[in-house]
């Protein structure tokens, strides 16, 4: 679940707690390769945020033919889904050698990143 987690931050550009762990199923569209953010700090932010082919493949597996429900599901957090993956990322990023400066957010600098050398423009987004 942690590598999953670390994979959609990386090529979706998702925060964790409200982009990331509160997606459900039924906000997937495999069809056109999208997901949709229905939750946002403003009316405005909720959009829909292209899969990458390696999200895709991804999502599709951890679906495994579910149509509704979390996407990462949680029997021990009250909300029904996963809260945080903080103790997993601070083990890897212990285990790797790397700064303890270096949080699971660094990777949606590095989608933005990744989105700026590809179009020179931080509003168009790729897949």
């Known amino acids: 679940m942690f590598t999953d987690v670390v994979i ?9 707690e409200r982009k990331l762990f509160e997606t459900r199923i039924e906000n997937l569209d495999f069809g056109h390769k999208l997901i949709f953010v229905r939750d946002s700090k403003t009316p405005a932010g909720r959009r829909e945020i292209p899969m990458s082919d390696r999200a895709y493949n991804l999502l599709r597996a951890r679906c ?3 149509t509704e429900g979390w996407l990462f599901p949680s029997k021990r957090s009250q909300s029904g889904h996963l809260t ?6 601070q083990e890897a990023r212990r285990k790797a050698g790397l700064p303890e400066e270096l949080v699971l957010y660094c990777a949606r600098h590095d989608f933005g ?3 700026y050398e590809k179009t020179k423009n931080l509003t168009k987004l790729f897949t």
Not at 8 to 16: E, P, Q, T
Not at 84 to 89: D, I, L, Y
Request: proline share 0%; glycine share 10%.
């Open 64 to 66: 495994r033919g579910k």
């Open 113 to 115: 990143a990744r989105v």
């Open 84 to 89: 945080t993956v903080a103790k997993h990322f």
């Open 8 to 16: 959609l931050a990386r090529d979706a550009g998702m925060r964790d």
